[in-house]
């Protein structure tokens, strides 16, 4: 990238002294968030404008909490998602595993255990059926499009079976403390959001995991070959996806008081648009968190922005398809343009 | 003879209904280089997928140090002291040249429970080897981006960077210059000398001629042939290698 010395940099730079000054913060901007980030905060900036020239409400604290709460169930299970595709993969399984985790820990819940182990429970489910997943994929060899669709359909289909299609009812006030209860101000599910990501973005640069992520997305013999146990670390991804999309699950219940078997069915797209929109490439081995997190918060200000300006709803779809493909031309763009130099 | 460093006895390698390699015997002991010849499928590239832990043989024995060794795993070759560069040098693009020298044996320190990657330990102990090898771009840089012969060197510093024994180089010079050929063959006769053996694999014979002790060629998976190199002249030393190759004498034209 542009932080190596290349021909370009030994160019002199203009009269003005500002001109620098502007250009190394985009430099620094670059580095840290990428290119793809850095047009997702153009656009952020620009949806900002608008909506709030167009609505006095959406500067409002409620309005500004409603986009955050917003984006909590999405947002979480998208750290998985990132995980898996920056490797190579992908998990279409997510709806499901949401759907089927936030069921088991109401159900726990329901029959007289504590929160905590309900949640364990959940997320012990999730973890399984992402291992599950990625044992397919890593030693089924089998293609993760279609095995994760796979489970898709099996795990929704034995939720409705075990539930008998019927919802059950949160009966933890802890629970349901959690989707509604703010602290200083902040939705809880918002900093567990927040918390997760954080905790995921620090975690990425600084161990074999976060390495061998992008080792084996981007070239999954040459890690083999380098002594990674590349079978292995997929099923370490894929069981985080499951575990992801299972805190996901459980959030969902937390807001909405109640788990259903038909939750969550098709959070797979709301949750691949927002990593692809982040620039994570779907050949694996590209991509960053904090572009997920921008691609989320572009997609949840422009659903926020548009009730507000009382869009029609299934306009708000085709607007969204629009921004996610200016968004990959973008980078399309800035990428041959870099091959070129 | 008992001093080789690495020995296979009757290695053999069956695909299915093909068998690739039919007993191979061959031994390398410390310091010394072979040259590995063979046409398309002689069967070079599996010998080597086999030492390096790719493949598991079908019949035979690997003994290092006179020990019988299983290479299940590319792991298993790398902590046995077996390197290898491969032909399309297995690079990670997406990664920086740092991860790449690295991948799969990072240095990390505990922090609390935790064990961090220690990336300024593993720029440190790069260095010198990178300024031995004349590298000269930043380690920070992506692979991809590099050049063919930049790339080359990433492959070369990461195989010599845990002090191989045995160094497997699968057509290493193939996208160098002409000048960093000399490079790199000086490399490989410094390594020599520090004791490390070299199994090499390379079309140019003039690359081989140059470097090894021995010549062995490969036909129809077993080792067909051993030449010396050593009072012989160049020329006739390419027509003995060209025999080799094919099992049958050149029609004339040396």
């Given at each position: 990238m542009s932080a190596t010395p290349t021909a370009s940099d030994s160019r002199p730079t203009g009269t003005a002294g500002a001109l620098p000054r502007a250009r190394s913060v985009v430099d620094w901007l670059t580095r840290s968030i990428g290119g793809v980030g850095l047009g997702l905060l153009f656009v952020l900036a620009l949806e900002i404008v608008i909506f709030t020239s167009q609505s006095e409400f959406f500067l409002e604290?409620?309005?500004?909490?409603?986009?955050?709460?917003?984006?909590?169930?999405?947002?979480?299970?998208?750290?998985?998602?990132?995980?898996?595709?920056?490797?190579?993969?992908?998990?279409?399984?997510?709806?499901?595993?949401?759907?089927?985790?936030?069921?088991?820990?109401?159900?726990?819940?329901?029959?007289?255990?504590?929160?905590?182990?309900?949640?364990?429970?959940?997320?012990?489910?999730?973890?399984?059926?992402?291992?599950?997943?990625g044992a397919v994929v890593a030693y089924m060899r089998i293609n993760p499009l279609i095995a994760t669709l796979a489970t898709l359909a099996m795990v929704r289909g034995l939720a409705f079976v075990i539930t008998g299609g019927q919802a059950e009812v949160v009966t933890s006030q802890t629970y349901l403390d959690l989707g509604t209860n703010d602290f200083a101000g902040i939705p809880l599910v918002v900093i567990l959001l927040v918390v997760l990501f954080l905790a995921v973005g620090f975690t990425i640069p600084r161990t074999r995991f976060g390495r061998y992520m992008y080792a084996i997305g981007s070239n999954a013999r040459a890690?083999?070959?380098?002594?990674?146990?590349?079978?292995?670390?997929?099923?370490?991804?894929?069981?985080?996806?499951?575990?992801?999309?299972?805190?996901?699950?459980?959030?969902?219940?937390?807001?909405?008081?109640?788990?259903?078997?038909?939750?969550?069915?098709?959070?797979?797209?709301?949750?691949?648009?927002?990593?692809?929109?982040?620039?994570?490439?779907?050949?694996?081995?590209?991509?960053?968190?904090?572009?997920?997190?921008?691609?989320?918060?572009?997609?949840?200000?422009?659903?926020?922005?548009?009730?507000?300006?009382?869009?029609?709803?299934?306009?708000?779809?085709?607007?969204?398809?629009?921004?996610l493909l200016g968004a990959v031309a973008w980078d399309e763009l800035r990428r041959t343009r870099r091959d070129v130099e | 003879m008992s001093d080789a460093l690495l020995k296979l006895t009757g290695i053999t390698k069956r695909f299915g209904p093909v068998d690739v390699?039919?007993?191979?015997?061959?031994?390398?002991?410390?310091?010394?280089?072979?040259?590995?010849?063979?046409?398309?499928?002689?069967?070079?590239?599996?010998?080597?997928?086999?030492?390096?832990?790719?493949?598991?043989?079908?019949?035979?024995?690997?003994?290092?140090?006179?020990?019988?060794?299983?290479?299940?795993?590319?792991?298993?070759?790398?902590?046995?002291?077996?390197?290898?560069?491969?032909?399309?040098?297995?690079?990670?693009?997406?990664?920086?040249?740092?991860?790449?020298?690295?991948?799969?044996?990072?240095?990390?320190?505990?922090?609390?429970?935790?064990?961090?990657?220690?990336?300024?330990?593993?720029?440190a102990d790069a260095a010198p080897l990178l300024e031995r090898l004349g590298v000269d771009f930043s380690v920070e840089r992506q692979v991809g981006e590099l050049s063919g012969g930049q790339r080359q060197l990433v492959a070369v510093a990461r195989a010599l960077q845990f002090s191989p024994r045995l160094l497997l180089m699968d057509e290493p010079t193939a996208a160098l210059s002409n000048k960093k050929v000399h490079h790199m063959l000086g490399l490989v006769e410094r390594l020599k000398q520090e004791g490390v053996a070299v199994l090499l694999i390379s079309h140019r014979f003039t690359d081989v001629i140059h470097l090894c002790d021995r010549i062995v060629a490969l036909r129809d998976g077993q080792v067909a042939q051993e030449l010396r190199p050593g009072g012989q002249s160049m020329a006739e030393l390419m027509a003995e290698m060209q025999v080799a190759l094919t099992g049958e004498p050149v029609g004339g034209v040396a």
């Open positions: 604290a409620d309005n500004l909490k409603n986009v955050g709460r917003a984006m909590t169930i999405v947002g979480i299970a998208a750290i998985g998602q990132t995980i898996v595709i920056i490797a190579g993969g992908f998990d279409l399984s997510i709806g499901s595993v949401m759907a089927a985790a936030g069921i088991l820990s109401a159900y726990l819940i329901s029959h007289g255990l504590p929160f905590g182990v309900g949640i364990a429970g959940a997320l012990v489910l999730g973890c399984a059926i992402g291992m599950f997943n890690a083999r070959l380098a002594g990674v146990r590349t079978r292995r670390w997929r099923l370490v991804f894929f069981a985080l996806s499951g575990t992801f999309a299972a805190i996901a699950g459980c959030v969902t219940v937390s807001r909405t008081g109640t788990a259903e078997p038909s939750a969550n069915i098709g959070a797979e797209l709301d949750v691949i648009t927002a990593v692809i929109l982040g620039g994570t490439s779907l050949a694996g081995g590209r991509g960053r968190l904090v572009g997920t997190f921008l691609g989320l918060l572009v997609i949840a200000v422009l659903n926020n922005g548009l009730i507000l300006l009382q869009v029609p709803s299934y306009w708000q779809q085709v607007v969204k398809g629009g921004v | 390699l039919r007993g191979v015997e061959l031994e390398i002991r410390e310091s010394e280089a072979v040259g590995l010849i063979g046409d398309n499928g002689a069967g070079k590239s599996t010998l080597v997928k086999i030492l390096g832990g790719v493949y598991a043989p079908s019949s035979g024995t690997i003994e290092i140090d006179g020990v019988p060794v299983r290479l299940s795993e590319p792991l298993d070759a790398r902590t046995r002291g077996v390197e290898v560069i491969h032909q399309d040098l297995a690079l990670c693009d997406d990664l920086d040249v740092a991860s790449n020298l690295f991948l799969g044996r990072e240095a990390r320190r505990r922090v609390g429970p935790f064990r961090w990657l220690d990336r300024r330990q593993m720029r």
